[in-house]
């Protein structure tokens, strides 16, 4: 299955600190790349829940596929998945990469698989998901060999660019129609970021729709950025963007709507 038009007008959202974005319009054709653009604390994170069905939008109208939002907000969770969003996507630092990658072959098998697949021999099930797993570190360009460790290493020994590798690996192993990036451009050389964006237009490519977030969109690439309106703040906040891990916090407050 390929991937999935999204479309947006007049798509806001309010949340506890007032209004988290308002006013977007968008239309990405399946299989594009849709860069997400904003300083920290925009309502860049906002607007990604919000068109992956984690957060419901409190005015406007989006759809994903077929899918309208907010109202068929778990049909677009079913066929979307999230990577490097903190909060809800976090990799845990005692881990190995492999234990996080069969964690995720199982849940995706056990929750996301159909009835057949579960009723396989299990020899075929265990090649099934190996299959699975490497066909996901082979989009998101993960070598395990090249780890220290291979898959024995742990998260916390992971370059950044590698841990964000594998956080998209994680995502991809359910064969996502749409898939969700956030902070795409953190902390990382511009050599990497380079290396990131390779990576996300090679998805698409593949024909995955793509929503990344980041700072500032690279050059060649559709972007969208959120509005947060001034006239609407709440009475005493300041004009200056909210610092960023607020926007998270009322995101991770908002997700619960969902």
């Known amino acids: 299955m390929g991937g999935v038009r999204i479309t947006a007008e007049g798509l806001g959202l309010r949340g506890p600190r007032g209004w988290a974005f308002r006013g977007v319009d968008l239309d990405a054709e399946p299989g594009s790349l849709l860069v997400i653009q904003g300083p920290s604390g925009s309502g860049r994170t906002s607007l990604l829940l919000a068109l992956t069905g984690r957060m419901k939008a409190t005015e406007g109208t989006a759809t994903v596929g077929a899918a309208r939002l907010p109202k068929q907000s ?133 024909g995955t729709t793509v929503l990344a977030v980041c700072a500032e969109a690279p050059e060649g690439t559709a972007a969208v950025s959120p509005h947060r309106p001034e006239a609407h703040r709440p009475e005493g906040t300041a004009s200056a963007p909210a610092p960023d891990d607020k926007e998270k916090a009322d995101a991770l407050a908002e997700t619960g709507r969902a």
């Open 74 to 206: 778990a049909a677009v969770r079913r066929i979307g998945a999230l990577a490097h969003v903190a909060g809800v996507t976090d990799l845990d630092p005692a881990l190995t990469v492999g234990e996080h990658l069969r964690e995720r072959a199982l849940l995706q098998r056990r929750f996301g698989g159909s009835v057949r697949e579960l009723l396989r021999p299990r020899a075929e099930r265990a090649t099934q998901t190996e299959s699975r797993i490497d066909t996901a570190l082979g989009a998101a360009g993960l070598d395990r060999a090249a780890l220290p460790k291979g898959a024995r290493t742990a998260v916390r020994d992971l370059e950044r660019i590698e841990a964000l590798r594998l956080s998209v690996a994680l995502a991809l192993v359910g064969r996502p129609r749409l898939l969700g990036v956030d902070d795409t451009d953190l902390k990382l050389s511009e050599a990497e970021r380079g290396e990131i964006w390779g990576l996300l237009r090679s998805i698409a490519a593949s």
